[in-house]
């Protein structure tokens, strides 16, 4: 299928839920300390997306649970909210996807639950980084797979290992579009990029081995198979005339 171009008033439209999803993220922090649930952290983000007039597009999404993803430790991603109460030295990503008048942003971020190891701390800030080195392949005429590699050489020297079995995805007017996007993948592959695309970048870093296995009990949930932790960070991206804008870093961070 063909990527599509989105108009400027699809970008609008997009840069609006996106907008709203980053918020979504940031109001949730107050809640993300020891002691509260992840079903409690969802709730609130229900609450606030119904606020907004926004709808999840998670939940109910081929039956899926949750109004965000909470992912904590070794959960790689598609973490289902329940009873899992927070604890002094997690770590936790959660991913908001909201619709907001049909049109969807998506993004997810690392949080600090209490205060967390060195070597956490370290994974966390690698795969930030990973993110940060992935925008910077988005512009015109490069292809997709510079993407996934300029993210994996980077991940890799620093002894991490990637996600292959999760990639990022075309977005705004359906949850996932094409292309699939890998955060690894051969140099100077994939189709070229070009002003009017929107898609999500989101690699998923690894301490230990890459491989995922997801939960029988729920179906969803995505952990590493060696028990080590895992961590991601999301943002919607908009290929611009000379470059790309991050439609979900609305404070700035990257
Ligand atoms: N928001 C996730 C993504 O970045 C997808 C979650 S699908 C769900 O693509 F069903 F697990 F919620
Ligand atoms: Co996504
Ligand atoms: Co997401």
Not at 227 to 245: F, P, R
């Amino acid at each position: 299928m063909a990527i599509k171009i989105k108009n400027a008033k699809q970008i609008e439209g997009i840069r609006k839920s996106s907008r709203l999803a980053a918020e979504c993220l940031k109001y949730l922090e107050e809640f993300a300390v020891p002691g509260n649930t992840t079903e409690f952290i969802n709730q609130k983000a229900l609450e606030f997306m119904t606020r907004h007039k926004a709808k999840s597009a998670t939940l109910g999404y081929n039956g899926f649970k949750g109004a965000v993803c909470t992912s904590p430790n070794d959960v790689i991603c598609h973490g289902v909210p329940g009873p899992y109460e927070l604890k002094d030295g997690d770590i936790l990503n959660i991913d908001a996807t909201t619709i907001l008048n049909g049109y969807y942003g998506d993004t997810c971020k690392m949080y600090e639950i209490g205060k967390v190891s060195d070597d956490a701390k370290d994974l966390l800030k690698v795969t930030r980084e990973c993110l940060r080195i992935g925008m910077k392949e988005c512009f015109p005429g490069n292809r997709f797979g510079n993407i996934g590699y300029a993210i994996s050489e980077y991940a890799h020297s620093k002894g991490y290992s990637v996600v292959y079995e999760f990639c990022g995805h075309g977005v705004g007017l359906k949850f996932h579009e094409d292309p699939e996007v890998s955060h690894i993948a051969p140099k100077n592959t994939g189709k070229r990029m070009r002003p009017g695309m929107i898609f999500t970048i989101e690699p998923m870093i690894n301490v230990g081995k890459a491989r995922a296995k997801v939960d029988k009990s729920d179906g969803w949930t995505a952990r590493t198979i060696d028990g080590k932790l895992s961590a991601q960070y999301e943002h919607t991206i908009l290929v611009t005339d000379n470059g790309c804008e991050a439609l979900t870093d609305v404070y700035g961070d990257f």
